[in-house]
């Protein structure tokens, strides 16, 4: 069936670290977005990236649509990057819906 | 720019009762969605519209759940009578194109 899977599930990192976060689906997809949740549970738009690379500050992302995955790079981590990773996709088959994969938590210690 | 506006932040209510959430989305968004939050879990889509018509509502429970988008601007969701499972914390989005952009939610606590 459709998925969109995340790696890893869990993360602790110590401050200044780097990492690589990734979001598997299962077919092709029209749109694609990241998302950090917060400790109090807003949801961030981090990149809308349904192909290419992007870079904004100490985040990149790049989305290799053909080869069904996307990864999101977090440089020199800060313990305000604490919280859940979201991806969520629209897949091109069937009805227009967003659907979130499983979430990768990170913590980021001081 | 305003972004998405919900009301209320946290409800409690005992089961049985009736609970409504309103959302109001970023200015000159079309398209505004319902989602629904598990505690550990993504968030899942309720419904969708686009303006005032309701185009994806297969995920809604239609026997207790109801939502309305009048005028194609702000919206309710509502649940009548609320269940202990519907403990959850319930999100609205909107989006112009694609690039959808969340409200803060309201975390319903069902007693």
């Known amino acids: 069936g459709i998925q969109v899977e995340q790696s890893p599930p869990d993360l602790i990192l110590q401050e200044g670290a780097n990492s690589t976060l990734r979001c598997n689906f299962s077919?092709?997809?029209?749109?694609l977005q990241w998302f950090h949740q917060n400790p109090w549970g807003q949801l961030i738009n981090l990149f809308y990236i349904p192909s290419g690379t992007k870079q904004n500050g100490r985040l990149s992302a790049t989305t290799v649509a053909t080869e069904r995955y996307s990864l999101l790079y977090i440089s020199s981590s800060q313990t305000t990057d604490s919280g859940v990773y979201f991806c969520?996709?629209?897949?091109?088959?069937?009805?227009?819906?967003?659907?979130f994969g499983t979430g990768t938590r990170l913590k980021v210690l001081a | 720019e305003a972004g998405v506006v919900q009301s209320p932040r946290y409800k409690i209510i005992e089961k049985k009762q009736p609970v409504a959430f309103w959302c109001n989305p970023i200015?000159?968004?079309?398209?505004l969605y319902w989602y629904r939050q598990n505690l550990g879990q993504g968030p899942e889509l309720l419904i969708r519209?686009?303006?005032?018509?309701?185009?994806?509502d297969s995920q809604l429970p239609k026997d207790r759940f109801s939502a309305e988008r009048l005028k194609g601007v702000d919206s309710t969701l509502k649940i009548q009578p609320a269940e202990l499972g519907d403990s959850a914390v319930y999100l609205c989005?909107?989006?112009?194109?694609?690039?959808?952009?969340f409200g803060p939610g309201t975390r319903l606590t069902v007693l």
């Open positions: 969520a996709v629209v897949f091109t088959s069937g009805t227009y819906k967003y659907i």
């Open positions: 989005a909107s989006s112009q194109y694609n690039e959808q952009f």
């Open positions: 077919d092709s997809v029209n749109n």
């Open positions: 200015s000159g968004h079309n398209t």
């Open positions: 519209y686009e303006n005032e018509e309701a185009v994806d």
